[in-house]
């Protein structure tokens, strides 16, 4: 995994992520993880104040720590 300015980014982003992480996405788009739905691959993120968006968790490009 490559960290820097306190980001991980790299092949442990998709096993590392937990409820809490805030994350960013390919385009951009950032927000707090809300939900993992256990081996599934769509996490559940909240990019706004109560406005929860389902998204694979393989578009994740960096947890920041």
Do not use: Y
């Not at 995994?1 to 994350?23: C, P, Y």
């Not at 691959?41 to 578009?59: H, L, M, N």
Request: glycine letters at 12%.
């Amino acid at each position: 995994a490559v960290v820097f300015l306190g980001v991980v980014a790299g092949s442990d982003i998709h096993t590392t992520l937990a409820i809490g992480s805030k994350v960013m996405f390919a385009g951009g788009i950032s927000g707090k993880v809300v939900r993992i739905n256990g081996d599934d691959e769509v996490i559940g993120v909240e990019v706004a104040p109560k406005t929860i968006i389902d998204i694979s968790r393989f578009a994740v490009q960096a947890i920041e720590k």
